[in-house]
């Protein structure tokens, strides 16, 4: 009986999994290590409505996908060669950036455990603890300096208990709960993204829009600038060479009788400019232009007033 439940158990979730890649173009792979029941079930009550996580053994997953991937869903092989060590698939249709932040908010602080690997360093600091006197021998057995101070473990001296990614030994750990002391958060750990076909590393989340948008500008114009130097016409260059071509035109017709329609306007200008200056006159305000033509007036007179510089040399008269 208990054998028959258990498959079809199996075949619930089976069909769980298939009408979720059915239902959802986005997912992440996060590992569970050192998650327990209770705190994987307050994460899914906090991203519900937003993600659905999946638990099952990675042999179930991987037999699922194969088939999926048997009916056409290629793109999926990828996650079944990712379906490795302790995994939980979750599932979205949001915005991956706010689905990972949630993911990574989720953390419970815990205890060192035994044959874990430390997440970070862990140092104790120097004085007076709670430790009672007969736990001396203990830290004597860790290489910790110590001695008793009215009734308690004094440790001497600022002790590096854990390095990052060492495993922690049950001593160490015994040491830092009988210390109280939780060092470690433990949560769901987004290891690869899966979007729309393609399986990155959760670190490209954090590229901006922005940052794809001068990269790719950049690029743009470092391959126009190769291109038009060694005379090889690319998409990138066509329009600069364009541009190009046609100021190279316009000043051949600026200094022949060569013409064309484009650059009708250029010489037209170049021939009489006092009629595109009167013409730009009232676009300029009426208060700028009466002010600029009374300066000139201004300056035309005081340029009357002034003798000429040869009467000042012909006063007296022809010496030379």
Not at 111 to 117: S, T
Not at 201 to 225: G, R
Not at 229 to 256: D, G, K, Q, R
Request: aromatic share 6%.
């Amino acid at each position: 009986m208990a054998s028959k439940k258990t498959k079809e158990r199996k075949y619930e979730l089976a069909e769980q999994l298939e009408e979720l890649f059915d239902n959802y173009s986005k997912l992440f792979i996060v590992t569970v290590d050192n998650v327990g029941s209770d705190q994987l079930h307050d994460i899914r009550k906090s991203m519900r409505g937003k993600a659905v996580i999946y638990c099952g053994k990675n042999t179930q997953m991987r037999r699922l996908i194969r088939t999926l991937e048997e009916k056409g869903r290629t793109e999926l092989d990828k996650i079944r060669n990712a379906c490795k060590l302790n995994v939980a698939l979750v599932f979205t249709n949001e915005s991956l950036t706010e689905i990972r932040d949630m993911i990574l908010d989720n953390k419970k602080p815990s205890p060192a455990k035994a044959g874990a690997l430390a997440q970070c360093d862990v140092n104790i600091e120097k004085g007076v603890t709670a430790l009672e006197p007969s736990m001396t021998s203990f830290l004597q057995a860790l290489n910790i300096s110590s001695k008793i101070t009215k009734g308690s473990i004094e440790i001497v001296n600022d002790v590096e208990l854990l390095k990052t990614g060492q495993k922690i030994d049950a001593s160490q750990a015994a040491l830092l709960q009988k210390l109280d002391i939780t060092p470690f958060a433990y949560g769901l750990i987004p290891i690869w993204v899966f979007d729309n076909g393609s399986l990155f590393s959760p670190e490209v989340l954090d590229i901006k829009d922005e940052q794809i948008m001068d990269t790719f500008t950049s690029c743009l114009k470092t391959t126009a600038i190769i291109s038009m130097e060694c005379n090889m016409p690319t998409v990138a260059s066509v329009p600069y060479s364009i541009l190009l071509a046609f100021a190279n035109l316009l000043a051949v017709a600026a200094e022949t009788d060569f013409t064309f329609k484009q650059a009708e306007a250029i010489k037209a200008y170049l021939a009489d400019p006092s009629a595109f200056a009167c013409a730009a006159g009232p676009a300029t305000g009426g208060a700028t232009g009466g002010a600029a033509a009374a300066a000139a007036v201004e300056e035309e007179e005081e340029e009357e007033d002034i003798p000429a510089a040869g009467g000042l040399f012909d006063e007296g008269g022809d010496d030379y």
